[in-house]
């Protein structure tokens, strides 16, 4: 209970940087990593780690061998993480998901997302979503979590789509899209 008034205040003190006023619900979390290949070492991009609720989902998730680069531009958040999600699959990056591309090496096979795109303009939303497609592998799934998703399916274009709606205040909208 402590932790979660401790994270509410925190995500509420950096409102506009973090977009929400807490946590990612758990059946988001469960929804966003539901296309996580379990038996098979893959490299994975979280944008916008908050507290680490859906890092450490995504840890329980894939393989031993795998990686996980998070992004987060909140500094204390990074720290926070940092110092209570000990893995040596985990790499915190103190930087913004726009630029990402200085950071990775070799193809990602999933980018699970949960930043907001309302403090980002279209074009720069845009944008980002397409880098992120051009840096799938042939068989990668791009997944995020929205709210309003008006600036992702003009980004997703033509591309096929599943979509699952998660019921709460403010409805949370959960996409995959395969990049095959």
Do not use: W
């Not at 507290?51 to 795998?66: A, P, V, W």
Request: charged share 25%; glycine share 4%; hydrophobic share 40%.
């Amino acid at each position: 209970m402590l932790d979660t008034l401790k994270t509410s205040i925190s995500f509420t003190k950096n409102l506009f940087t973090v977009g929400a006023f807490k946590e990612t619900k758990p059946e988001t979390v469960r929804a966003i990593c539901s296309k996580l290949p379990k038996n098979k070492d893959i490299t994975v991009v979280e944008f916008g780690l908050g507290h680490g609720n859906m890092t450490s989902h995504i840890l329980n998730s894939i393989t031993e061998n795998s990686s996980l680069l998070s992004f987060e531009i909140n500094q204390e958040f990074c720290k926070y993480v940092r110092e209570n999600i000990k893995d040596n699959r985990l790499r915190v990056i103190n930087d913004s998901a726009l630029n990402f591309q200085k950071y990775i090496v070799d193809g990602i096979d999933n980018f699970i997302i949960s930043i907001p795109f309302t403090f980002l303009k279209d074009k720069e939303a845009i944008a980002l979503v397409k880098s992120c497609f051009d840096s799938l592998t042939e068989t990668g799934v791009y997944s995020q979590v929205v709210y309003r998703d008006k600036t992702l399916l003009k980004a997703i274009g033509k591309r096929p789509y599943e979509k699952k709606i998660i019921k709460a205040l403010i409805n949370e909208k959960v996409f995959h899209v395969k990049n095959s």
